[in-house]
Structures are given as C-alpha cells and as structure tokens.
C-alpha cells in the first residue's frame, strides 16, 4: 500500500496531481504556478472557493500499538497485538535516523509549508525524463494520507480506506488541504514524530521504534548510519525492500538513500564509503515479537493472564472492547509472576515426575499468597502446543492448574484433602481439637456401610461403603489422630454427625469448586473423600484462606495496568471477604499442622518452618494431591493421570519406584521442595494460637433441673444451648416422673446432649440399727495406756426348723 508509481498511467496520473496541486498553490501563493497551467481568473476564483469549502478539521485516532505483559520483575512475557507497533517520542529516535527519513522523503520539510512547489516540480521533470518516478507528496501529506487510512481501517470503514489510496485530483486536493490546516496546528517534529509512529517498515513492524527492535535487536534511539539508511528507505516500497525476504533490493534501496543523505551533506565521504561496505545480510539481527501466548516463555501462565484479562470491567464494557484494548492499546500489564519462583517450582516438579514420562503421568503445582490471591507461580510437566498433544510425549495446550475459562478443563478429584472441610465445620459447630469423634471399624478390604437413612440429605440411595489405609476405628478417636491418620470412616462419621449440604456450604465460602465454576457436587462422596473435581489453584487458594485466618481471596494475576503515556490504570481491588471465623482458621490449622509433624504427610516438612497442609489420595490410587501452607504461601500440588485413568501402582519416576503412588509419597515431597525454594529468605513465621475455647470446647454451665418435670427440664437445658434425653430413672422421694439428676453435670460442651434420669417416686425404707451388746466396755481412763481387750462374740445356738421372720 506505500508503493510508489512506476508505469505510464502513475505518470499520467502524478500530471493531473501536479495540476491539481498548482492550482491550489496558485490560490495560496498568488499566482505563483497559476500561468504554467493556464488557469483564468474566473477559474481561480471558484477554485478559491471550493478549496474554502473542503473540510480542513484533520483528526488522527489513536495508534494501534502493542502491549506488553511482564512478570512481577519487569521481564516481558508476550505482547499482545493486532500491529506490531510500539510508539515513541521524537527524542527517543537516533538524529541520523531522523535526518535520513527527512533525506529521502522530504529533503526541505523543514521549509515549507505542507505543500512544495519545488518538489512537484522536481517530480515532474524526473518523471518526465523517465528517471527514477518520483512522488510529489511532501512528508506531512504522506502523514495526512497514512493516518487517513489508518482511521479508516480502525472504524472497519472499508469505502474510506479506498478513498485514502484512490489516485485523484480531488482526493489530491483534499490531501493539500489538510496538509496545509495541519502545519498551522502542529510543529514540524511533532508531524514528523507521527509519521515516524505511523509508518509501515515491513515485515509486520509499524513505526520507527518496532522496527529497529525488529531488524537489529536494538532501540530507536541506538541506531546507527547503515541501519537509519536501510530503514528509512523501506517506507516507499516496505514489501518490495523488506531485507528479511529482499536483502538485495534492500541493499539497493539502503544505498539510495545513503547518496542522498551524502549529497545534502548529512554524512561524509568516509561515513558513506563505509555504511555501503556493509552487507545487509550482516545487518540484521532480527528480534521476533512475542505477539502471543504461544510464543512466550510462560505460555501457559501467559494464556491464563489474557483469559482473565477479558474478564475486567475496567478494560471495556464488552469482550471485543478488551480485547481491543489488550491489542491496540499499548498498555503494560504487570503480572503476579514471581520468575525465581517460577523457575524452582518447574524445577522441583520435574525433577520428581518428568516431562514426557514413560508412565504417563502428570503433575501440577500452584502457588497463591494468602490475603491477597496473588498468583505466585504455576507450573506443570509438560511443553505447550496449539495441538490436541500426547501427555506420551508430554505436550498439550491445556493448563491443568486452571478452571475452563481461563484455558483449562474440569479438574481432577482432590481425595482426602476435602477433609479440612469436615474439620472447619466442626470447629463451627462446637467441636473441640481436643476432643474426638466418632468412626466405624473399616479396613482397606472390609468397608464399613452408612445406610441411606444414615447418610441423610444428599446421600445415596443405597449403602455408601467406606475403606480406611489400616484397620482402624469402631470407637471415638481423637480429633488430631483421626486428622494425621486420615481416618476415613472417623470424617464420614463426622460429615454426615454435622450434614453434608453444611460442609459442602462450607467449601463453597471457602472458594472450593469445579473446572466449570459450580459447586462441589452434594454427596457423602464428594463432600467427605473428595469424590468431585477440582484444580490445583483452587484448592491453593482455598486453602490459603486458613493462612489469611479465616479471609478468602479469588486468585488474581494482575498487578497493575498501565496505559501507553505511563498513566495508571485504577483496577478494583481483588475481591477478598472473612468466610470463617479467624479463631476456627487458627484450630483448623492446628489440626492440620499434625499431618506434617506426625501423619500422612511428613514428606512435606518443612523442619523449622512451620506448615499446614493435608494429603490426598483418590480411591484406586489415580490422583494424589498436597495442599498446603505456611503464613506466607499456599501451594496445591497434584500428581496423577490426566487423560487415561489407570492405578499407578508399581511405576518409576526419575529413578524413583513408587509400589503405590500416595499423596505423601510424592506429592508431598514435591510440595516440599518447591516450598523451601519459594520461602528461602522469607522470615520464620508461627501461625496464631486458638483460643482455649476452639482447644478444648465451647464449654458451658449445665442448669440445675432436679425437681423438674422432663419437659420443664428439657427446655431449661435447650436454652442453655444443650439436647435432651431420658437416660433412666432411679429410686427418688421426687414425684414420679421427676427429674432427679443429669449426666454430665456442672459444665459441658455446648450442643452436647445431657442424659436425665427422673424418679421412680419409691425410697426404700432404711433397716433397723443393730441392737447394742449386753455390757459395754468401760472407758479407759485418761492414765491406761493398755488397750481394753475386746469382748468376746456370743457363741450362736442351733435352733431346730425354719428361722421365725
């Protein structure tokens, strides 16, 4: 489209231009070129007229430019683009290359006024002779006819877009006409800064500054004579001189321009010999865009951030508006990517479960900051490709740490680390880490079964069979045991004691959902083993929530958004809300801590550090999971089957055989190693203390009710926070039916049920007090030290038949 003319309908052409432009010249310039075309009087005086009346209000639309989306520490991650295009000021352009643009397209821009009478009439002459065409257009008319294609390509405004290149008088005439209104309105660099902005450099770089990053690697401003020279000629002819697919006609073009720069004395003779010595071929150091996701270093984090991206509100009202904005705005969006971490969490993961394993396994790790839903780190053992991919051969372009609208799928069942559900709702409810709760008798091989009935809301229509790793339960365990152990049938128990819609609520405010975004389905399955999906950085800034006392923080990636002029963007703050009581946050993580200390998932200590976290297995071993924390970091580790759902049992892993794969025998070191490296030179924090009450129970002063009928008895003790029931009765001088006395007594849990026991109404008559012996032994007295001697026993008398009553 920057093509020049070089055959004889572009000459014809250029003639009925040169008219066109001498007869405007010769109204503004009184007659200066009027004579050579034979214009009358009459002729000037309509043409004074309607040039007065074509539109002179000149408006360029903002450029469309690239944006940059940068890790944490400035580095770029991809540049999101519709034109590869970066602006820039005038000052941040070499002076060589600004002189060698102005050489070649408009040696005397400097000294007219928009149009010049002296180059038409130089392109007249060569054209004439037929030399080299040449065009008539001064720099600014070109920037007039650039911009006005640009604005007509930017409202998909395809008639305007033609008017812009049509070859006429009057578009001729138009073009002067703003040309000349915009000489008045702004200055010469800011004209030529435009141009320079606007310019298409070929091989899909627009404007000075994307192009010297394309072609050389370096910066506008670092441009040296030989490069300003290859540059500043491709704007005639960018296609037909792009030195990446032309480097001969780019030399040629380079060579031109560097003659003139020559002939207006810009540069030497020694300069010239020497920027013509320099093949073109050795010039380039060519610096491809990253124009998108898929070409970045991080194109999985990469693919998630723009995905979010069309999320905000404050990028546009509609998703094409964003997007739009994301492509042509310029802006620089700051991620929440931590590199270094980045680069220890790939590490560690692929180090215990490697890219493209023989076993087909996968493995993915997430990390959030608790309190704000910074999105640290995310990572997984695979290389990115557009394709369907081969988890074989470890490609695929599906982010497994992700939901489904932001480059994901549904996730994948997160087993026993539901359990920290059951545990927060429990603490709710009264239950003390002190205390126990109850469980059924269950090996790997024998199941207990929970009725129907049993199971309550959301249950099944059958038995619900529950396995545990050991042989274990039929009785109370400890809280705290049941936690480390990860007693199955101890949290089926407890899920269904305190109703599995309540836990599932729990998950719920707690962040826990799907890949689709829905809530955990509501069953004892789902809700107590972790029977439904979900994935890595959800369960990461779930569990983050514990870390932040109690506060949940949707995950965020964007840390700040800026626009092309530097100018921030204001961005809603990361929607966090307090979903738990801090006090339950610091006992759940109480218990939790146990897992590592002295449970199922030691692998994942931390050794002085304190950490939080729970284990995960799925039934048949195709998932296994580590979720934890520390007060500063959250990370949700998984490692499993992606795509074919078999056990693994008996596999090898970096030289690793694993019998059966469990959250703690792989996951958790995993999760170890990654959380070492992402907290080294973090201070050592200790989580917070709960109050004795979460300890111990909320205990409270069970009523007196002796005396009280039941139903007195049972709503004193109701309002007292307290369930009811007849245990028994006993022998009472209460009425019948009388409450007598309850267990416990004097203080209790509250919610606790007190057993009453009410009176039979009967007291047994005492028995008669033994009669006294016929003599009674005299008192020693005060000065007898010797004891009295004890009298001796009647002797008993047989009597013949029954004993009289």
Request: hydrophobic content about 35%.
């Amino acid at each position: 489209m920057h093509g020049r003319a070089t055959n004889l309908g572009n000459v014809i052409s250029l003639l009925g231009a040169f008219v066109a432009t001498a007869i405007v010249m010769g109204l503004l310039a009184a007659g200066l070129l009027i004579p050579a075309v034979g214009a009358t009087g009459s002729a000037a005086t309509s043409g004074v007229a309607m040039f007065d009346d074509l539109p002179g209000d000149f408006t360029a639309s903002a450029l469309s430019q690239q944006s940059k989306i940068v890790d944490a520490s400035g580095k770029i991650l991809a540049t999101p683009q519709e034109e590869n295009r970066i602006i820039v000021n005038l000052k941040d352009v070499a002076p060589i290359m600004r002189k060698a643009q102005v050489a070649i397209e408009d040696s005397r821009f400097y000294e007219h006024g928009g149009v010049d009478p002296r180059g038409i009439a130089r392109a007249m002459v060569s054209n004439a002779q037929g030399g080299d065409t040449q065009g008539a257009s001064t720099l600014t008319q070109q920037y007039v006819k650039l911009t006005l294609l640009e604005n007509a390509l930017r409202n998909n405004d395809e008639k305007a877009a033609n008017d812009a290149t049509r070859v006429s008088a009057a578009r001729k005439i138009q073009e002067i006409k703003y040309a000349v209104t915009l000489e008045k309105e702004m200055t010469k660099d800011q004209i030529l800064q435009g141009y320079m902005n606007l310019a298409y450099y070929g091989d899909l770089a627009y404007g000075v500054e994307a192009a010297a990053q394309h072609y050389f690697s370096i910066s506008a401003k670092n441009l040296n004579i030989p490069q300003a020279a290859l540059l500043a000629g491709l704007v005639q002819n960018p296609s037909r001189t792009d030195p990446v697919h032309n480097p001969e006609r780019a030399q040629a073009r380079r060579d031109v321009v560097l003659d003139r720069m020559h002939s207006l004395g810009i540069i030497t003779d020694k300069e010239l010999k020497s920027a013509k010595a320099i093949p073109v071929a050795k010039m380039l150091k060519r610096k491809d865009p990253v124009s998108n996701c898929a070409a970045s270093r991080e194109p999985y984090f990469c693919n998630y951030v723009m995905a979010y991206l069309k999320t905000m509100p404050e990028l546009g009202k509609t998703v094409p508006e964003r997007v739009k904005n994301i492509t042509q705005g310029g802006l620089t969006i700051q991620t929440t990517l931590n590199p270094q971490t980045q680069d220890i969490a790939r590490k560690q993961l692929t180090k215990r479960v490697p890219v493209g394993n023989s076993e087909g396994i996968g493995a993915a790790a997430a990390i959030v900051q608790p309190g704000t839903g910074k999105v640290i780190a995310m990572v997984q053992n695979t290389t990115y490709t557009t394709g369907k991919g081969s988890q074989s051969k470890g490609l695929t372009g599906l982010n497994w740490n992700v939901d489904r609208e932001y480059g994901g799928e549904n996730g994948f069942q997160f087993g026993s680390t539901a359990k920290m559900y059951a545990i927060v709702e429990a603490l709710k409810h009264g239950q003390s880490i002190n205390g126990t709760i109850p469980s059924k008798y269950a090996t790997p091989k024998q199941p207990a079964l929970y009725s129907p009935a049993e199971q309550g809301k959301c249950g099944d229509l059958g038995p619900w069979p529950v396995r545990n790793d050991e042989a274990i339960g039929g009785k109370p365990i400890p809280f705290k045991t049941a936690t480390a152990k990860s007693v199955n049938t101890a949290f089926a128990s407890l899920v269904l004691k305190l109703g599995t819609p309540n836990v599932r609520n729990t998950m719920t405010a707690m962040g826990l959902h799907n890949g689709y975004g829905n809530p955990i389905l509501c069953s004892p399955a789902a809700v107590t083993l972790g029977a439904g999906t979900a994935t890595p950085l959800t369960l990461a800034s779930s569990y983050a929530t514990l870390a932040a006392n109690g506060k949940y923080c949707k995950p965020n990636p964007i840390l700040a958004i800026t626009t092309n002029d530097g100018k921030a963007i204001r961005l809603s703050p990361t929607p966090c809300r307090q979903v738990i009581d801090p006090d339950v946050a610091k006992g759940a993580t109480e218990l939790l801590t146990g897992v590592i200390k002295n449970g199922t998932g030691t692998g994942a200590s931390l050794g002085s550090r304190p950490a939080a976290g729970k284990t995960g297995t799925t039934d048949g071993h195709r998932q296994s999971w580590f979720v934890g924390y520390t007060p500063q970091l959250a990370t949700a580790v998984w490692v499993g089957t992606p795509y074919t759902q078999f056990r693994m049992k008996n596999v090898r892993l970096a030289g690793v055989y694993y019998g059966e794969v469990f959250g703690g025998t792989i996951s958790a070191p995993t999760w170890q190693g990654i959380m070492k490296g992402a907290s080294e030179g973090m201070p050592i924090r200790d989580f917070d203390t709960p109050s004795d009450k979460i300890q111990n129970g909320d205990k409270v002063a069970v009523p007196f009710v002796g005396g009280l009928t039941v139903a007195e008895a049972t709503a004193r003790l109701t309002d007292a926070g307290f369930k009811a029931q007849v245990a028994g009765s006993t022998n009472s001088s209460y009425g019948v039916g009388r409450v007598v006395y309850t267990t416990p007594s004097g203080t209790a849990l509250r919610g606790d049920t007190v057993s009453l026991y009410t009176s039979t109404g009967y007291v047994p008559q005492a028995p008669p007090p033994p009669k006294p012996s016929a003599t009674t032994p005299p008192k020693p007295s005060a000065t007898t030290t010797a004891k009295p001697k004890p009298t001796p026993s009647p002797t008993p008398t047989k009597t013949k038949g029954k004993p009289k009553k």
